[in-house]
Nanobody
Framework: QVQLVESGGGLVQVGGSLRLSCVAS????????VGWYRQAPGKQRELVAG???????NYARSVKGRFTISRDNAKNLVSLQMNSLKPEDTAVYYC???????????????WGQGTQVTVSA
């Protein structure tokens, strides 16, 4: 069992930047896909970005060009660089290991506790 812990959330103004980090308690090297999801109040959880061990990435249309996902297997770390933030980016952001485009591919499906991102207008 792997625990995921997110950090880096906070309050930022429109147009600002934030970098989220997700640290795993165990190795993520054997997990094909990791990613970030978010859920705004009153809305369903949605995919933000995903990345595979091979470096393939997938982004929601709403964040493409503004967000960048990366992973460092040696550090058991998944990161999300968020630039040009908009009020609609406000949500709780969750780290996941095991899903590709919100589909569980293998035998694991780990979630972090979430970190709040608030973008003020």
């Amino acid at each position: 069992q792997v625990q995921l812990v997110e950090s880096g959330g906070g309050l930022v103004q429109v147009g600002g930047s934030l970098r989220l980090s997700c640290v795993a308690s165990g190795s993520i090297a054997s997990i094909h896909a990791v990613g970030w999801y978010r859920q705004a109040p009153g809305k369903q959880r949605e995919l933000v970005a995903g990345i595979t061990n091979g470096g393939s990435t997938n982004y929601a249309r709403s964040v493409k060009g503004r967000f960048t996902i990366s992973r460092d297997n040696a550090k058991n770390l998944v990161s999300l660089q968020m630039n040009s933030l908009k009020p609609e980016d406000t949500a709780v952001y969750y780290c996941n290991a095991g899903r590709w485009r919100d589909t569980v591919l293998g035998t694991v499906d780990y979630w972090g506790q979430g970190t709040q991102v608030t973008v003020s207008a």
